[in-house]
């Protein structure tokens, strides 16, 4: 096949030890293989192919994140009102950044959870919801964007989850001012849009831009 060809020439792609599946444990896998390259490094992330990223901008905005407790993205919903009581932080699933702590706890996760899939799920190499797992203590409810801020629920309740620290979660004092005499409301700062976004988003690179080359 064509991917046999690539890997065969470049050595370039990651074969995970699961069927190709959408929101049955390929990102908790993923960060799993993550942890046994040999690498060191201090944060790992989850890319989707229709995504565009801008190194610079990244670069920029990892130098002042935290190396523990750290969980980056595109926030979708961070309260989950609409689920009553089941309140939680998740982010888009397009691009999300973990720190190396995190993806440790998500390799606890699914050391858990193998041996209490169904047989159909062990037969693929899934990694999802089942009666078993809820009843060991552990949700893997909805698609795998949820799954994985269902995970850290406890950390963020608890205050000790780090959600877009740094330059990415929240504007200086300097530019705040900046912003301000430019005539932009708090409003639209909460929505500047962040290093990654969706091909489909391209619409907001221009907003982007201008933050970034008018940084200080």
Known sequence: SEADAEQAEHGDLTVLSCEENQHRGKTLLWFVHALRLPEDYAFVAKMDQDVLLWPAQLAHEMASWPISGFYGGWPVDVHRQHWQ?????FMNGGFVVLSRDLVESVEDTVRLAAPLQTEEAKAGGF?????????????????EDVTLGRLFKQMWSSGRLVLNDGWMGRLSPEEARRLSAAGESEASWAQRPCAWRHSSDLKQALPYRAAWEGRE
């Open 85 to 89: 009581n089941d309140r939680f932080a």
């Open 127 to 143: 990694i999802e919801h089942s009666v078993a797992l809820r009843e060991a203590g552990v949700e893997l409810r909805g698609n």
